[in-house]
């Protein structure tokens, strides 16, 4: 492939999945996910899932395409992104990228990691380590052969079983694996409000998922798929199983969640600062940032 193909992305809470749908109405547009928990079936109200009416009105693609408990990573993800937009390119219409997983876009972007495919098994025996002995101490082991490694897991837990799996499986550490040649063309605009603007928006969409089925889906799970660890650590579902497990109240797992969140946003203003390659800001909010993100679609992608 060598059409361009554009990304939106941005901080959590930033607007990008209704600034999307927004454009969709007005380009030919098909949304490729690039979110890290939309792949899982059934983790649906703590991630703000795109609701069926929304999916019927514009196709979405990686959304709901492996169960809870089974292993997802980014070669998968960039391997199915690839596969979705050629598809959605000769259909003569247009792939929308549009997520705030790093990782995931990078890999497209820039090129998807060579590392060998997860093993459950070493993982899980990983996670047990985690629970005994604490992040802490793995990180040490992973900082000691790769600190680029250790700086990338950025206190995730999931990235540092995966981390840890590679170094242990192969003796050599993920950032010893040299990407694979990216096989599109990324034109990105990125979403950058001020963060104080999103904070409020953190704490009303953590409060409203909470009242609006996020432990009844947590408990559901938790009954269907009882080892689902990778699916577990995403923000929201973490918390709440503690709070169903009597760890912490209601009120100590919703501050949890709002906590994990402003984290992220602070990693993801990290990270999408210095975005490579080619890049647009559109610090804006609400009519503004549609009408700016218009302009942008426009210019690069012709008009309606």
């Keep these: 492939m060598n059409r361009a193909v554009p990304v939106l992305t941005g901080p959590s809470a930033s607007g990008k999945s209704s600034l999307a749908l927004w454009l969709a109405d007005r380009w030919p547009l098909e949304i490729v996910s690039a979110d890290a928990t939309m792949v899982y079936r059934g983790l649906d109200v703590g991630t703000d899932k795109p609701s069926a009416a929304e999916r019927a009105r514009v196709p979405h693609h990686l959304v709901d395409v492996v169960d809870p408990d089974e292993a997802y990573d980014v070669v998968r993800w960039v391997e199915g992104a690839e596969r979705a937009i050629a598809e959605v390119f000769a259909r003569g219409r247009i792939p929308l990228v549009v997520g705030g ?60 079983v995966r981390a840890l799996e590679v170094l242990r499986r192969t003796g050599r550490p993920p950032a010893d694996f040299p990407p694979r040649a990216p096989r599109v063309r990324c034109r990105k605009l990125v979403l950058w409000p001020e963060r104080a603007a999103l904070k409020g928006k953190v704490w009303a969409r953590a409060r409203w998922q909470f009242e609006h089925g996020l432990i009844d889906e947590v408990q559901a799970l938790l009954a269907r798929y009882p080892r689902m660890p990778t699916a577990l650590q995403s923000i929201g579902y973490k918390e709440v199983v503690r ?54 679609f426009e210019r690069r992608f012709g008009r309606p």
């Design 101 to 160: 997983t790093v990782y995931y876009l990078r890999g497209l972007c820039e090129g998807r990691p060579t590392t060998p495919p997860p093993d459950a098994e070493v993982q899980r025996a990983i996670r047990a380590e985690l629970q005994g002995r604490g992040a802490d101490a793995l990180l040490a082991e992973l900082a000691a052969a790769s600190p680029v490694d250790a700086a990338r897991v950025a206190g995730n837990p999931r990235r540092l």
């Design 243 to 296: 709070y169903l497990q009597g760890e912490w109240s209601y009120e100590e797992a919703l501050e949890a969640d709002r906590r994990a969140v402003w984290r992220l946003i602070k990693r993801q203003y990290t990270w999408l600062r210095r975005e490579p390659g080619d890049v647009a800001y559109l610090p804006r909010a609400g009519a503004a940032a549609r009408e700016g993100a218009a302009f942008w």
